[in-house]
């Protein structure tokens, strides 16, 4: 047991799901194990076990387990997951993460059900613990494998979106069409139609939804986080809110300004002497502005270790930092955040002889942006996006949008 503790305390997040398996083993069997969590934006789900289970697994499925438990509570019975009605268990934590076993087995143990039960709570409430405080920490390693998974997922889903829909959008129309005759047969398939075309919607939202963070939500659990300095240190946090209305923080943004401006918080404190520091977030809708200032006595150094430390998250993220320090006043930390992942070099694609907004649609495209998003971006509307996407197909040779994104990335787009 206590082998199995250190093992879950120590754990990558890569590898937390077959550590946590491994330690329920002797109390629990299953074919597979899945963790969920909206802590972690890059890779929500953590699974180990039955391959023909955990590959299969979706957000949807996972969702409506979770819409099944008891607040705190313990939840078993026969579910739908990777596609298929099983027997499953689902814990819940105070982290709001959720843990799923398939085809649960409990297994003899001779202190009793009773204890067996509060180890398996015990393990899992550590493991959920781990993985809260390994993305509060926000290492640079992980911000950097955050931000290409978001951005991967963001691109799938956006072509499986924009492929289904336009398929139901077509069935819809076909079947309104007065020229059919079986006005029952028409007015049912519509309706199934119109059903998943909503169904397909609501999953594309929910994964946006855990990919982004309102940034006023964002610093709201600032605040949280630094309710305990704030309580028992007697110093005077300040916070200047954002605005309501800014633009959403890619997930992997919103840990790392969090987990940066507790570091600096700290590092200021560490100086001695303050009364007072003030941090405020901007957005100026490219960039997450972040400013943290204090009253100390100046003696924070850029090169201390844990403001170097401090310098690599942003760096990760390929944001800027500043540290103004005037001796007897106090230091002023201004650093800002890339909403957008970095455009890869362009190629050599004169080949295909793409206007000027063409090719900036393509850019966006290969990115993993949705014509929504594209059209946002570039102040332009989304049939004039579909316009340029029309033409780029044409160009390119392309037959559809999966195609001409493949053939972006082998030209060098990103």
């Not at 009605?85 to 009793?112: H, I, K, Y």
Request: charged fraction near 25%; charge should be neutral; include cysteine.
């Amino acid at each position: 047991m206590l082998g199995a503790i250190a093992a879950l305390s120590t754990a990558p997040l890569a590898t937390i799901a077959q550590r946590l398996r491994d330690a329920v083993l002797p109390y629990l069997g299953s074919s597979a194990l899945v963790i969920f969590t909206e802590d972690c934006t890059g890779r929500p789900q953590k699974k180990a076990g039955d391959e023909a289970v955990i590959s299969r697994v979706s957000i949807a499925e996972l969702d409506h387990i979770r819409g099944l438990l008891p607040e705190g509570g313990t939840w078993q019975g026969k579910a739908v997951l990777g596609g298929q009605e099983r027997m499953v268990l689902a814990l819940s934590s105070p982290s709001n993460a959720l843990l799923v076993f398939t085809d649960p087995q409990p297994l003899p143990d001779p202190a009793g059900h009773a204890e067996a039960e509060r180890t398996l709570r015990y393990l899992w409430a550590l493991a959920a613990e781990r993985i809260r405080e390994k993305v509060a920490d926000a290492p640079p390693s992980y911000l950097i494998e955050s931000r290409a998974a978001s951005a991967e997922r963001v691109r799938v889903t956006a072509e499986l979106v924009d492929s289904h829909s336009t398929t139901l959008e077509t069935l819809l129309a076909a079947l309104r069409s007065p020229a059919l005759s079986d006005e029952a047969a028409r007015k049912s398939a519509t309706d199934v139609a119109a059903k998943a075309l909503v169904g397909l919607r609501t999953l594309n939202d929910r994964t946006t939804e855990l990919v982004e963070e309102p940034v006023a939500t964002a610093f709201q659990r600032l605040r949280e986080d630094l309710k305990p300095l704030m309580h028992f240190s007697g110093i005077d946090v300040q916070f200047i809110e954002p605005p309501l209305n800014g633009r959403a923080l890619p997930g992997e943004v919103a840990h790392a300004a969090r987990a940066i401006v507790r570091g600096l918080v700290l590092a200021m404190v560490d100086q001695g002497g303050l009364r007072r520091i003030r941090t405020q977030w901007d957005c100026d809708g490219e960039n997450l502005l972040v400013n943290v200032r204090d009253d100390g006595p100046g003696e924070l150094s850029r090169e201390a270790p844990n403001m170097a430390r401090l310098g690599q998250r942003v760096e990760a993220l390929n944001g800027r930092m500043s540290v103004d320090v005037m001796s007897g006043w106090g230091a002023d930390v201004a650093v800002s955040l890339p909403l957008d992942p970095p455009a890869g070099p362009l190629a050599d694609v004169s080949g295909w002889k793409l206007g000027e907004r063409e090719l900036d649609v393509l850019q966006l495209l290969a990115a993993g942006q949705r014509n929504r998003a594209i059209a946002a971006r570039l102040h332009i509307s989304e049939n004039t996006v579909k316009f340029h996407l029309r033409n780029i197909y044409r160009k390119v040779g392309a037959s559809s949008r999966t195609e001409a994104i493949a053939m972006a990335h082998s030209g060098g787009l990103r």
